[in-house]
C-alpha cells in the first residue's frame, strides 16, 4: 500500500512538473510574440513617416534621412530577432526614427503628432532650452531648441564617450566618429566640453546633471549615444 502511494506520488510530481514546464514555455512564447508584435508596430509606423514626409529645408531633409537610417537599421535588427532582448533593441531604434520624423514635423511647421515613448538611451540628458555659440580651435559650432539655417542637425539626446548630450539642433554632428562628421573624436569631446561645461556659465546648463550619470547599459543607441542619467539643459 505504501508503495502504491508512493508511485502515485511520484506519477502526480512528474505530471505537476510537466505542466509548469509547458506553462513556462508557452509564457515565454507569448512574451516573445508580444515584444515581436510591438517592435513590428513601431517600425511600420516609422515606416509610414518617412515615406509621406518631405521637404527641402536642409533641417528637415536631415532629420527624415537620419530616421530613414533608422527604419533600415530596425528592419535589419527585426530581420535578426530572436529574443525578447533583440526585439526590444529594435523597437528602441525604431522610435529613436521617430523621434527624428517628429523633428522634422516640428521643422516643417506641422503637428509633431503623439508623444513618443522616453528613449533610453536619452534618459536624463534633458534637452536644449537656450541657444549655443561656441568656437573650438577656429571653428564656431552652434546649438539651440530649434532647427535653424546654421543648425540642420537634430539629435535626440543621449551619452557620447560619458557625457551626457542634451536632444536639440546642431551645427555639426560632432557626436558621430565618422569622417562625415567633420571633426574627429578628439575635437568631439572639446566642443561638448564647451557647449555644456559649467564653467563656461551657460544659464540653461545643469550643473548637477553630469554627476548624476550611471554607467552606460547595453541598451542604446549608435554613434555611442546612449543611456541613464539626470537634469535639464
Known sequence: MEFLLL???VVLLGGVLLWWRR???ARAARSLADVRADAWRWHERLGGQVMNLGGEDPAVRQALADAAERYHAAGSQLEQARSVTQ?????ETAVEGLSYTRAARLAMGIDPGPALPPLAAAAGAGELTVPRQVEVQGQRFEAGPRPGQDTPYYYPGGRVRGRPV???W???PWWRTAPGAGVGLLGGMLIADALFSPSFGDPGY???AATDVREPSDVGGDSGEADF????F
Do not use: Q
Open 7 to 9: 508511485v502515485l506520488f
Open 23 to 25: 506553462e513556462r514555455t
Open 87 to 91: 526585439y526590444r533593441l529594435a523597437r
Open 166 to 168: 542634451p536632444a536639440g
Open 170 to 172: 546642431y551645427s555639426t
Open 206 to 208: 545643469d550643473a548637477e
Open 229 to 232: 542619467g539626470g537634469g535639464n
